[in-house]
């Protein structure tokens, strides 16, 4: 539910950007959702295109990256993919000693402006 | 609900504040003429960012947290799903530790002054915000429930977020700490079901150990679980109604105002 205030964030960020580089439409967006985010690709998709609506982003192309739960297991001593983010366990050995590297956060890495 | 957008920040109301349309702004200016008329054939180009959509909220949550240090404030996040006993516990908490402690509590719910009602009746200041169809409460509405509220230099601030196992676990409000209040009349997978807000906190509190003989809740299971997304979640057993373990709670808050 609150994919839709991150959408607005997100518009918001955007056009600012796109208003300082005198953009006359941003035609497209790459966003990053880190694994641990909790946010919902496919929520966020759908809000996304309803905050553009009247604004320089209007009918923009989203790019969304939802890049792998990457750790670390000390145990193994090597680099692990969670296989949800909500369970911290080493997929290789069962342990539980591992170390979140995936990003909690979300990023908007560059715009498309004409 | 705000007519620009659609979304429902014109409907957040903290009491004391007019309600202007403060956390976010319409800005229209690029629809203006001048903009309009541009070259038929403009060039594209890329124009790199690597913002954190949330960086707005982030940088008034650490201006909270920066105040909260100046002034000694211990403000600790309160988030659970509705109905798990926030506000008793708070109100029992409120009883034991007001005389002699400086508190005050910014409550959050979608609507009504219920619960700030109810925080007031026990002689302690609190100042309600509600978030109209927000989920959550962001570090803007804290910011601004502050100037109202005021709170004393080495005062305890309990901050009391929507009732939402979610959305609350994504926007930082400047607190120190997150605390998680699970009931027992709710269900031991509910920190594998929602992951990310006890992974997020630091303490586990489970409230309403007095209902235990008459529910199929099994505490050991329940911690197994929450220690599973959050290897660090300390974990107290409580009742606010009946007093018990309520010492060891107003022993971690006092740990935390010395820490």
Same mark, same amino acid.
């Given at each position: 539910?609150?994919?839709?205030?991150?959408?607005?964030?997100?518009?918001?960020?955007?056009?600012?950007?796109?208003?300082?580089?005198?953009?006359?439409?941003?035609? !497209?967006?790459?966003?990053?959702?880190?694994?641990?985010?909790?946010?919902?690709?496919?929520?966020?998709?759908?809000?996304?295109?309803?905050?553009?609506?009247?604004?320089?982003?209007?009918?923009?192309?989203?790019?969304?990256?939802?890049?792998? !739960?990457?750790?670390?297991?000390?145990?193994?001593?090597?680099?692990?993919?969670?296989?949800?983010?909500?369970?911290?366990?080493?997929?290789?050995?069962?342990?539980?000693?591992?170390?979140?590297?995936?990003?909690?956060?979300?990023?908007?890495?560059?715009?498309?402006?004409? | 609900?705000?007519?620009?957008?659609?979304?429902?920040?014109?409907?957040?109301?903290?009491?004391?504040?007019?309600?202007?349309?403060?956390?976010?702004?319409?800005?229209?200016?690029?629809?203006?003429?001048?903009?309009?008329?541009?070259?038929?054939?403009? #060039?594209?180009?890329?124009?790199?960012?690597?913002?954190?959509?949330?960086?707005?909220?982030?940088?008034?949550?650490?201006?909270?947290?920066?105040?909260?240090?100046?002034?000694?404030?211990?403000?600790?996040?309160?988030?659970?799903?509705?109905?798990?006993?926030?506000?008793?516990?708070?109100?029992?908490?409120?009883?034991?530790? *007001?005389?002699?402690?400086?508190?005050?509590?910014?409550?959050?719910?979608?609507?009504?002054?219920?619960? *700030?009602?109810?925080?007031?009746?026990?002689?302690?200041? *609190?100042?309600?915000?509600?978030?109209?169809?927000?989920?959550?409460?962001?570090?803007?509405?804290?910011?601004?429930?502050?100037?109202?509220?005021?709170?004393?230099?080495?005062?305890?601030?309990?901050?009391?977020?929507?009732?939402?196992?979610?959305?609350?676990?994504?926007?930082?409000?400047?607190?120190?700490?997150?605390?998680?209040?699970?009931?027992?009349?709710?269900?031991?997978?509910?920190?594998?079901?929602?992951?990310?807000?006890?992974?997020?906190?630091?303490?586990?509190?489970?409230?309403?150990?007095?209902?235990? #003989?008459?529910?199929?809740?099994?505490?050991?299971?329940?911690?197994?679980?929450?220690?599973?997304?959050?290897?660090?979640?300390?974990?107290?057993?409580?009742? *606010?109604?009946?007093?018990?373990?309520?010492?060891?709670?107003?022993?971690?808050?006092?740990?935390?105002?010395?820490?």
């Amino acid at each position: 539910m609150h994919e839709i205030t991150l959408c607005q964030n997100a518009v918001e960020l955007m056009q600012e950007f796109g208003q300082q580089n005198r953009a006359q439409r941003i035609t !497209a967006v790459w966003v990053e959702v880190g694994a641990f985010s909790c946010v919902e690709p496919e929520a966020f998709r759908f809000c996304f295109e309803l905050a553009c609506r009247e604004t320089l982003a209007e009918g923009c192309e989203l790019h969304l990256e939802t890049p792998a !739960a990457e750790s670390w297991c000390y145990d193994c001593q090597q680099d692990i993919r969670l296989l949800s983010p909500g369970v911290l366990l080493c997929p290789q050995c069962g342990g539980r000693h591992v170390r979140v590297i995936a990003d909690d956060g979300m990023k908007i890495k560059r715009i498309e402006i004409e | 609900m705000c007519s620009t957008c659609g979304c429902a920040s014109g409907e957040t109301r903290i009491e004391g504040v007019s309600n202007e349309h403060s956390h976010h702004s319409h800005d229209t200016s690029y629809h203006s003429h001048e903009y309009s008329h541009g070259l038929p054939f403009a #060039p594209r180009r890329l124009i790199d960012i690597e913002m954190d959509v949330l960086a707005k909220n982030n940088h008034i949550a650490a201006h909270n947290r920066e105040h909260f240090a100046q002034a000694s404030i211990l403000a600790l996040n309160l988030v659970s799903s509705p109905g798990s006993g926030k506000t008793t516990l708070l109100t029992h908490t409120l009883t034991r530790l *007001a005389p002699h402690s400086d508190c005050a509590v910014v409550e959050g719910d979608q609507q009504t002054t219920n619960d *700030a009602d109810r925080i007031r009746a026990t002689g302690v200041p *609190a100042i309600q915000v509600n978030t109209g169809k927000g989920c959550h409460l962001d570090a803007q509405m804290v910011h601004d429930a502050l100037h109202q509220l005021a709170p004393k230099n080495n005062s305890l601030l309990f901050i009391e977020n929507v009732g939402n196992l979610v959305c609350p676990a994504s926007f930082d409000l400047g607190e120190r700490h997150k605390v998680a209040v699970l009931s027992v009349t709710e269900g031991e997978d509910k920190p594998l079901k929602y992951p990310h807000m006890f992974a997020a906190s630091r303490l586990m509190i489970l409230n309403k150990i007095d209902l235990l #003989p008459y529910v199929t809740f099994d505490v050991d299971t329940c911690i197994a679980n929450a220690r599973q997304v959050n290897p660090e979640i300390e974990v107290i057993q409580l009742s *606010a109604t009946t007093g018990e373990g309520m010492d060891q709670w107003l022993a971690w808050l006092e740990q935390q105002r010395c820490a």
